[in-house]
């Protein structure tokens, strides 16, 4: 014989599956607002961190710079925008070329159409405070009055009088300074007085002062 469930205790059982099934709804719905809370918050605290840093970064560059400011400010002068620097004593100012007499002696290698020959010779520059001066080659009976230009240190222009050439340069002189001698480290004739073949063996020759 069949027993025919009890129609009670089927509701009950209906009820509390739908009671059941309700909580769990509820559950899982709590705990999806839970996570997104605390994935909301987590992206919150980095985008603070984010922004701390990117502070951190542009006020830490301003001191860099404010630093860098103070120290120009302590230093620069608007006599500064020029290339000339302060003159040590017995020294043209801007150049820095020695004043007093110097003389370079070196050898000259001559090729006239074949014929090579090789003599020993100098050159004597007379340099004055004020920038005038003058300029004789050993192997010529004559002095050529001169000016010395330069703004840049361990470079001149060595420029005749005006009159004494059509062009006024007669030799651009690049040169380093060591133990009150003055070596040439490069030099450039112009089209008055000396050649291109003297300025070339004048590199390496060191002016010294001589009484």
Do not use: K
């Not at 043209?92 to 002696?105: H, Y």
């Not at 004020?130 to 703004?151: I, N």
């Amino acid at each position: 014989m069949t027993s025919t469930p009890d129609p009670s205790a089927l509701l009950v059982r209906a009820a509390l599956t739908t009671v059941a099934d309700a909580a769990a709804a509820e559950y899982d719905l709590s705990t999806q607002l839970v996570r997104w809370t605390e994935r909301q918050r987590s992206e919150a605290r980095a985008a603070r961190a984010r922004r701390r840093r990117r502070v951190e970064l542009v006020v830490a560059a301003a001191v860099v710079l404010l630093l860098g400011a103070v120290a120009l400010a302590g230093h620069w002068h608007p006599a500064d925008r020029r290339t000339i620097p302060a003159p040590t004593a017995g020294e043209l100012p801007g150049s820095g070329l020695l004043v007093g007499s110097l003389r370079a002696s070196f050898e000259v290698t001559h090729d006239n159409f074949g014929s090579v020959s090789t003599y020993q010779t100098s050159l004597l520059l007379t340099v004055h405070p004020d920038g005038t001066g003058s300029l004789r080659r050993a192997d010529r009976d004559f002095t050529v009055p001169v000016r010395f230009v330069g703004t840049v240190r361990g470079q001149v222009d060595v420029e005749a009088e005006p009159g004494f050439c059509a062009d006024s340069l007669v030799v651009a002189l690049t040169f380093v300074t060591a133990a009150q001698t003055q070596t040439v480290t490069d030099a450039r004739a112009g089209p008055c007085y000396l050649d291109d073949t003297f300025a070339r063996q004048l590199v390496g020759a060191v002016f010294t002062r001589v009484p």
